[in-house]
């Protein structure tokens, strides 16, 4: 296969988005306690996350919009306890930089580094990681997510704006990600070859249909495919 560009998921495929997760939502509760002691005792972390799964099966149209359905579980929680003027930016600012206080794998960065010398990088991801704060947006030349897009992985039309976003067509692009549905299959859908970094080494679940074109254990084993792969097609 001829690759050109490459599209690249985010969360569990640079970093482990879990600990930033949760740190987030502890951050959160933080300000709570010390500022709306009331909400807090109201909300605790395991019933604000259970709120904010209820906000998302009934706002199916903000699935693609994390940060809108976080708004939102947040102004339900104040008006529960009869606090109508949410303290939003406040709340959304310590979440956001909590989530994106990420700790990357260590083979992420020096892999990213031979990538971008080899080929564009777009990063596409259905979260709201900013790319800038963690300190790696150098690496990338397009940033496509779920919430300015308009939809999400699985999707094929996000990897379509990203392929038009790149200028190339869908099929000389390597998408690459952890999600066997939302990364391998969208992108298969979508007409762009598979990457899966499988770092637990799990077998494919074939009721998904076929197989990535590659099933990678890390971001280093990536670098080494492409960089054979480039002098291979010169």
Request: net charge negative; charged share 25%.
């Amino acid at each position: 296969m001829r690759i050109r560009a490459l599209t690249l998921d985010l969360d569990d495929t640079l970093w482990p988005v879990l600990p930033a997760l949760e740190k987030a939502d502890r951050d959160v509760d933080a300000y709570l306690r010390q500022h709306y002691p009331a909400v807090a005792r109201a909300w605790p972390i395991p019933a604000m996350r259970a709120l904010r799964t209820e906000v998302a099966a009934e706002r199916v149209d903000l699935a693609h919009d994390f940060t809108a359905q976080r708004h939102l579980t947040m102004r339900r929680a104040f008006l529960a306890c009869g606090i109508e003027e949410a303290p939003i930016e406040a709340l959304w600012n310590i979440y956001f930089a909590a989530r994106n206080s990420v700790e990357l794998y260590v083979d992420s960065l020096p892999a990213l580094e031979r990538i971008t010398a080899l080929r564009p990088i777009a990063s596409l991801t259905n979260g709201n990681a900013d790319l800038q704060m963690i300190g790696i947006h150098t690496h990338f030349a397009h940033h496509v997510c779920a919430r300015d897009t308009g939809v999400a992985k699985p999707d094929p039309r996000i990897f379509t704006a990203a392929a038009e976003m790149l200028g190339i067509a869908p099929s000389n692009i390597l998408h690459v990600g952890d999600d066997p549905e939302l990364d391998v299959v969208g992108a298969r859908d979508a007409g762009l070859r598979t990457a899966w970094i499988n770092r637990s080494r799990h077998p494919w679940p074939g009721a998904l249909g076929p197989a990535p074109d590659l099933d990678l254990p890390d971001m280093s084993a990536l670098a080494d495919w492409l960089d054979t792969h480039v002098k291979t097609n010169h």
